[in-house]
């Protein structure tokens, strides 16, 4: 009679945690992308990232979904047409920059501003990094006065006023880079 009662008390507890775990699966799987995003580790983050930019492989679709070579600022002027590169540092490539997200000054991890990439011997163009880019209270036209963040960590200005001035940061999420995953600079990335 006694292992009846501990069968059906273990049974009981089987049941309980079966319907708290499909509770809890309910709501991972109804939650906003942003609210299951707060509790991911920043691997996954950029895990990620990686899935929902893998169709920018082609430069093509690209500039199919509104990216395009470069950035037109606020002078009218299209700035960061060519191959961006460091004379000691490395390079980080071209970079097709979607203006409708560089215009609403906000950051969404998985919809970065600009896809960067690298020329290929063929010609063409391989996707290497994403970045991320909100324009300061320096750009022209002018931005947001505090640095923003994204995947946890605080944007920076690399080229100060009279540059661009943007609050950016990159992610070599298609091409490993030695100086680290959110570096500036790649030393494998050449530009012709």
């Not at 169709?55 to 606020?74: D, T």
């Not at 097709?96 to 906000?106: C, R």
Request: aromatic share 6%; net charge neutral.
């Amino acid at each position: 009679m006694k292992s009846s009662r501990t069968r059906l008390a273990l049974a009981a507890l089987l049941v309980a945690g079966s319907v708290v775990a499909i509770a809890s699966i309910g709501r991972i799987a109804t939650a906003s992308p942003a609210a299951v995003q707060d509790h991911m580790s920043p691997a996954a983050e950029l895990a990620q990232v990686r899935r929902v930019t893998a169709r920018f492989q082609s430069v093509e679709a690209a500039i199919a979904a509104g990216y395009q070579l470069g950035w037109v600022n606020g002078a009218n002027v299209r700035i960061l047409t060519g191959c961006v590169a460091s004379p000691t540092a490395g390079a980080m490539g071209y970079h097709y920059i979607n203006p409708a997200l560089v215009a609403d000054n906000a950051v969404d991890p998985l919809e970065p501003e600009a896809l960067v990439y690298q020329s290929t011997p063929d010609g063409g163009r391989e996707l290497v990094a994403v970045e991320w880019i909100v324009r300061s209270a320096q750009s022209n036209p002018p931005g947001v006065a505090q640095p923003p963040s994204v995947l946890g960590m605080e944007m920076h200005i690399l080229v100060p006023p009279p540059g661009p001035a943007f609050y950016l940061m990159h992610a070599w999420i298609w091409k490993h880079n030695p100086s680290g995953m959110m570096a500036d600079w790649n030393p494998r990335v050449t530009c012709p």
